[in-house]
């Protein structure tokens, strides 16, 4: 069992940054791909970025430019790094690891971009 939790959200402004971590623990054998979704009120979860056990990204068109995913394989840890936040960027984010037996999700953290 994998335990996936997610950290560094909150309240910014239109134009302002964060940049959530996501660590990973208990019985880990492997971590292929990690990455991040987001839910907004309303809507269906979406996949925001992507990264591989190899290194290669990928994002949502809507955050290319903008947002940054990132890992740290010696602490099982994934990162998104968010600047230039839009109002429609407000969400629910939750992390997801690919052990390559199952899919883990962390519990979400909430991402409100308002003024």
């Known amino acids: 069992q994998v335990q996936l939790v997610e950290s560094g959200g909150g309240l910014v402004q239109p134009g302002g940054s964060l940049r959530l971590s996501c660590a990973a623990s208990g019985r880990i054998f492997r971590l292929n791909n990690m990455g991040w979704y987001r839910q907004a009120p309303g809507k269906q979860r979406e996949l925001v970025a992507i990264?591989?056990?190899?290194?290669?990204?990928n994002y949502a068109d809507s955050v290319k430019g903008r947002f940054t995913i990132s890992r740290d394989n010696a602490k099982n840890t994934v990162y998104l790094q968010m600047n230039s936040l839009k109002p429609e960027d407000t969400a629910v984010y939750y992390c997801n690891a690919d052990t390559g037996i199952y899919d883990y999700w962390g519990q979400g953290t909430q991402v409100t971009v308002s003024s």
């Open positions: 990264v591989t056990g190899g290194g290669r990204t």
